[in-house]
């Protein structure tokens, strides 16, 4: 079976910082991997998604990376800001493509 | 893009009532939907899959006679919770996967927050 596992489960940093935020599966055999973000009570917001035959996906100042082999996937964002507070969730989805696991998620906060 | 909404956003009710939560793609047709159940500062876990026209396929633990799934049309699924207890109360995030496209096109909801008093 599956597991997701994200380090730190929680992380408070100023504005300005870069960081990183892991993801490690112990199933390498994915179809993808994909990060989310989840705001207080709310839904998902998809934010990048990387094959399995990828190595890594960059959108604006997020740039995730993917080592299937090793079973590992970080999210990198740059230059933070306040705005970028949430939890963020990695999801691996099975080679079948058709169920998605979640981790535990890493709840960011960026303070002013 | 494409748009799944939840209704109602929260609930409150009395134990051993039963609640209906419904899940809507707005601009697309779902062949397919999912129903995840997340605890305070917890991961989303799936509960069931709901394919139109047929039985929902639940996830181990998931006991279906409490939890109904009910996929009728390509754009609307209900989740009943039947006599609700204090240890339901979660929040419940639907997704919908577009009927025709790859299987990662998957929209989610923004979840129902449930309290069973």
């Known amino acids: 079976k599956q597991e997701v596992t994200q380090i730190p489960a929680a992380l408070s940093v100023p504005e300005g910082e870069n960081l990183v935020l892991n993801c490690s599966f112990t199933?390498?055999?994915?179809?993808?991997l994909q990060w989310f973000r989840q705001d207080p009570g709310k839904g998902l917001t998809s934010l990048l998604l990387?094959?399995?035959?990828?190595r890594e996906q960059t959108s604006g100042r997020l740039n995730a990376s993917l080592d299937k082999s090793s079973g590992r996937s970080t999210l990198y964002i740059a230059a933070s800001q306040p705005g970028d507070s949430a939890t963020y969730l990695c999801?691996?989805?099975?080679?079948?493509?058709?169920?998605?696991?979640f981790g535990g998620g890493t709840r960011l906060m960026v303070k002013p | 893009g494409a748009v799944v909404s939840q209704h109602p956003s929260r609930v409150i009710c009395k134990s051993g009532t039963s609640v209906k939560i419904e899940c809507r793609s707005l601009?697309?047709?779902?062949?397919?939907m999912f129903w995840y159940r997340q605890f305070p500062k917890k991961s989303l876990m799936l509960m069931a899959t709901?394919?139109?026209?047929?039985?929902?396929?639940?996830e181990q633990g998931v006991e279906k006679d409490k939890f109904l799934i009910n996929h009728a049309s390509l754009t609307l699924s209900t989740l009943t919770v039947t006599s609700a207890h204090p240890e339901d109360s979660s929040f419940y995030i639907c997704?919908?996967?577009?009927?025709?496209?790859?299987?990662?096109?998957?929209?989610f909801g923004p979840g129902t927050r449930l309290t069973v008093l």
């Open positions: 601009d697309f047709q779902a062949t397919t």
């Open positions: 199933d390498s055999a994915i179809y993808n």
């Open positions: 997704s919908a996967r577009e009927s025709g496209t790859s299987v990662n096109t998957q929209y």
């Open positions: 999801a691996v989805w099975n080679n079948a493509g058709n169920m998605l696991t």
């Open positions: 990387i094959q399995s035959s990828q």
């Open positions: 709901s394919n139109e026209g047929s039985k929902a396929t639940y």
